[in-house]
């Protein structure tokens, strides 16, 4: 029998597996697990948990528009016509999902220029000292 090259692995042994999509995600949510993962390899513990977060913020959205596309934006009641509750809610989570992108230095948009390799942007962090205060 002849002898057969060596079997390679699938992943070089240096990279990381991407981590599987946590099991409460619905489809945009698991998506976007997906999309990221693909895209930004090796992403860290914490980011992970902002990933996670982002995805259940995402899934989150999908509900309450969903909500307001059935109910509509205004609701009668006792007090008369009010905004829907899940406005100021889509709102809110809207402005979380847009924070947790920043936190994760996630490309935001498309953009015109060619493809280059997809790295996360960094926030410059240093150490800010109190100025002005006296010793006690």
Not at 13 to 41: C, H, I, M, N, V
Not at 74 to 88: I, M, T, Y
Request: include cysteine; glycine fraction near 8%; charged fraction near 25%.
């Amino acid at each position: 029998m002849p002898e057969s090259a060596p079997l390679t692995p699938a992943f070089p042994a240096d990279s990381t597996l991407p981590e599987p999509a946590p099991d409460d995600l619905k489809e945009t949510g698991r998506q976007l697990w997906t999309a990221t993962q693909d895209d930004y390899d090796g992403l860290s513990t914490h980011e992970l948990g902002l990933l996670r977060e982002l995805c259940r913020t995402a899934d989150t959205l999908d509900e309450l528009q969903a909500l307001l596309d059935r109910d509509g934006l205004l609701n009668r009641s006792s007090q008369g016509v009010r905004v829907h509750p899940a406005l100021p809610e889509l709102r809110q989570q809207r402005i979380v999902y847009a924070r947790l992108l920043a936190a994760l230095g996630l490309e935001l948009g498309v953009t015109d220029e060619p493809a280059a390799p997809k790295t996360q942007r960094r926030a410059a962090r240093g150490v800010y000292g109190i100025t002005g205060v006296v010793p006690a």
